[in-house]
């Protein structure tokens, strides 16, 4: 990435999630943060 995100990052994931390609979508969290979330994740390794 190595970019900073844009507002239209976001815009975009809203138009997808209410568009009908996203019909089958439902209950979930979608980060938008350009994979910073999956980066930075570390386990507690007390919950393994």
């Known amino acids: 990435m190595r ?3 844009m507002p239209e990052y976001i ?3 809203c138009l997808l999630l ?3 390609e996203a019909k089958f ?3 979930i ?3 938008v943060d ?3 979330s999956v980066a ?3 386990p507690d390794p007390a919950m393994a």
């Open 34 to 36: 350009g994979g910073w």
């Open 18 to 20: 209410v568009s009908d």
């Open 40 to 42: 930075t994740f570390r």
């Open 25 to 27: 979508i439902t209950g």
């Open 3 to 5: 970019h900073t995100g």
């Open 29 to 31: 969290t979608l980060p």
């Open 11 to 13: 815009a975009y994931t």
